[in-house]
């Protein structure tokens, strides 16, 4: 499976942005997907993820500000995010794999064997 990000860009603080995630799929309902972000430096961590149709999971700074979305027809993953702080500048990552997870494995970069290329979103205060 191929991933292709794009969306990304610069805005102010409090703006919104929609990233979005192109799989080369027609199976995407078998798929769990998440995103997740690295600032340089920085190790990459965890942002949101989708799976086993119904089940969402967000890391605590952005629950209420972002929204993980998927639509299988179009095999198409999406990131809402709404309210953005400067703290939320990074390089962000769509990620994919067969729909094994549980809960506490959701969050798990190596857990995911699929990777976009990365989207750079800055937000400026």
């Known amino acids: 499976v191929q991933l292709q990000a794009s969306g990304g860009g610069l805005v102010q603080a409090g703006g919104s942005l929609r990233l979005s995630c192109a799989a080369s799929?027609?199976?995407?309902?078998?798929?769990?997907v998440a995103w997740f972000r690295q600032v340089p430096g920085k190790e990459r961590e965890f942002v949101a993820a989708s799976w086993r149709r119904v089940n969402t999971k967000y890391r605590d700074s952005v629950k209420g500000r972002f929204t993980i979305s998927r639509d299988n027809a179009k095999n198409m993953i999406y990131l809402q995010m709404y309210g953005l702080k400067p703290e939320d500048t990074a390089i962000y990552y769509c990620?994919?794999?067969?729909?094994?997870?549980?809960?506490?494995?959701?969050?798990?970069?190596?857990?995911?064997?699929?990777w976009g290329q990365g989207t750079q979103v800055t937000v400026s205060s």
């Open positions: 990620a994919a794999n067969e729909d094994r997870f549980i809960l506490s494995t959701i969050m798990m970069e190596d857990k995911y064997k699929y």
């Open positions: 799929t027609t199976s995407l309902s078998n798929y769990a």
